[in-house]
Nanobody
């Protein structure tokens, strides 16, 4: 079992920055990727960033160059640094853990609200 807890959301003005954290605990050895998703009201959940256990990253085109996913020194925390925020980045952001065993369901955090507004 893996537990994921997000934090760091809030209200920020356009052009501002926020850093989200995903604190992971449990059987992390069997997690292949830690991903960030977001869901805006009335829209489908969208994959924003991927961080593999080997440190590779990939980003949605809508956030490329503005968002950065990284792992903390303790290795059990993943961050999503969000710069140059836009109103369209407003959403609930979720941390997701994808197991090595594809037959095992994904793990999800509870989500954290990010609101970009003046």
């Amino acid at each position: 079992q893996v537990q994921l807890v997000e934090s760091g959301g809030g209200l920020v003005q356009p052009g501002g920055s926020l850093r989200l954290s995903c604190a992971a605990s449990g059987d992390l050895f069997n997690i292949y990727t830690i991903n960030w998703y977001r869901q805006a009201p009335g829209k489908q959940r969208e994959l924003v960033a991927i961080l593999t256990k080997h440190g590779s990253t990939n980003y949605a085109d809508s956030v490329k160059g503005r968002f950065t996913s990284s792992r903390g020194d303790a290795k059990n925390t993943v961050y999503l640094q969000m710069n140059s925020l836009k109103p369209e980045d407003t959403a609930v952001y979720y941390c997701n853990g994808k197991p090595l065993n594809t037959a095992t369901p994904d793990y999800w955090g509870q989500g954290t609200q990010v609101t970009v507004s003046s």
